[in-house]
């Protein structure tokens, strides 16, 4: 567990990944998502008017699930406090949600409470958060790469709004990639690198909608270049192999099936060995 918002030292500032250091911070830096974040749009219009409550962000990673609940949280001027499912325990959880309860009961204000990898506790740690949703003494947002309908307890989802992130298409990874490029103060403005077509053309392609992963192969790539140019050689070999992403139980598992059975039918065995 824990607060987002410490200052952090500019020395510390240098060492954290390109990714980290390019989060959103306001709503006009947020990129994709275009069905929930604009003018007029439903989750835009929740954050303006500061009327959320619960909600579920369910889609692929580097799509922003997270960001959004900073977002959220600075709009709202309230403390955000993270846990992961997959380190944190439901006792950690249920404690940050007593001491929102506090705060609610004897000044009015609630904190953020944001789970990652929400699908990861089980029905029962699941039905723990549901008190607090009911008198509404704190924000709960979980965000998950499973399908909810799935992985989440009917009574959360039916006291959450669910909303589904998709993954940021080539044209939007590149304009994040370069901004990173441009951003003297939080990106890599400051070293005068280029990124060749080829080489944006590769990342936005390879990254799979996956904002994180883009930036991770041109942070790496510009870390072992030996040149001010990225070429498509050294974005390549910053990449290695792209791993399929893959839910155990929900639809990319069947969406890799499809692949594979396509690369078959197509006769492409090359294809066929990859999704396989």
Do not use: C
């Amino acid at each position: 567990m824990g607060s987002l918002f410490a200052e952090r030292g500019s020395q510390s500032r240098p060492r954290q990944p390109l990714a980290e250091r390019l989060r959103p911070r306001i709503l006009e830096e947020f990129v994709g998502q275009e069905h929930l974040i604009g003018p007029g749009k439903v989750l835009q219009t929740l954050i303006e008017r500061q009327e959320v409550r619960s909600l579920i962000l369910w889609g692929p990673p580097g799509t922003g699930k997270t960001t959004l609940g900073m977002i959220i949280a600075r709009s709202f001027g309230t403390e955000f406090v993270y846990f992961s499912a997959t380190r944190s325990s439901i006792k950690e959880v249920q404690g940050a949600l007593e001491r929102s309860k506090r705060k609610f009961q004897a000044y009015g204000t609630k904190d953020l409470i944001f789970i990652d990898e929400l699908h990861r506790f089980n029905k029962a740690q699941q039905a723990a958060f549901l008190p607090y949703l009911e008198e509404g003494s704190a924000i709960l947002i979980g965000a998950t790469t499973e399908n909810p309908s799935f992985e989440i307890i009917s009574p959360l989802l039916s006291r959450s709004q669910v909303f589904t992130l998709n993954p940021l298409s080539p044209e939007e990874i590149k304009l994040i990639l370069r901004r990173a490029l441009t951003d003297g103060e939080r990106g890599l403005g400051g070293r005068g690198l280029e990124l060749t077509p080829e080489a944006e053309e590769f990342i936005a392609q390879y990254s799979d909608g996956d904002a994180r992963r883009a930036l991770n192969i041109l942070e790496l790539a510009a870390d072992i270049a030996e040149g001010k140019v990225l070429e498509l050689a050294v974005v390549q070999e910053a990449a290695q192999r792209r791993v399929p992403i893959y839910d155990k139980s929900g639809e990319e598992h069947y969406n890799l099936i499809s692949a594979l059975h396509k690369s078959i039918r197509n006769s492409d065995p090359d294809a066929a060995l990859y999704w396989l």
